[in-house]
């Protein structure tokens, strides 16, 4: 992913809510699978990491986005943004360079 391309995600990001939790269970197969579900259908997802779970959200990124097949677009205190584009018919077009 470019750097313009990662831009342009933040940008639709921004004004997103986030639609999971991350709590202190940290990654686990329940979650992963949640999350998975979520932004296959969707994309481009937020995930809130709460206060009770102890994991560094960073490295919780990586953990998540290697199961789920998907991409860290940014990952901002405790929110972590993902991206995986839909095989057949993305929704979102990034721009070329």
């Given at each position: 992913?470019?750097?313009?391309?990662?831009?342009?995600?933040?940008?639709?990001?921004?004004?997103?809510?986030?639609?999971?939790?991350?709590?202190?269970?940290?990654?686990?197969?329940?979650?992963?699978?949640?999350?998975?579900?979520?932004?296959?259908?969707?994309?481009?997802?937020?995930?809130?990491?709460?206060?009770?779970?102890?994991?560094?959200?960073?490295e919780l990124a990586q953990i998540v986005a290697e199961r789920t097949h998907s991409q860290v677009v940014q990952v901002i205190g405790k929110k972590i943004v993902?991206?995986?584009?839909?095989?057949?018919?993305?929704?979102?077009?990034?721009?070329?360079?």
């Amino acid at each position: 992913m470019t750097s313009k391309q990662r831009s342009y995600l933040k940008s639709l990001a921004s004004n997103m809510e986030p639609i999971l939790n991350i709590g202190k269970a940290g990654a686990s197969p329940e979650i992963v699978e949640a999350i998975n579900e979520a932004v296959t259908a969707r994309e481009l997802i937020k995930i809130g990491v709460l206060k009770n779970c102890f994991d560094d959200p960073k490295e919780l990124a990586q953990i998540v986005a290697e199961r789920t097949h998907s991409q860290v677009v940014q990952v901002i205190g405790k929110k972590i943004v993902l991206y995986k584009p839909d095989k057949e018919k993305p929704s979102i077009k990034l721009p070329v360079d």
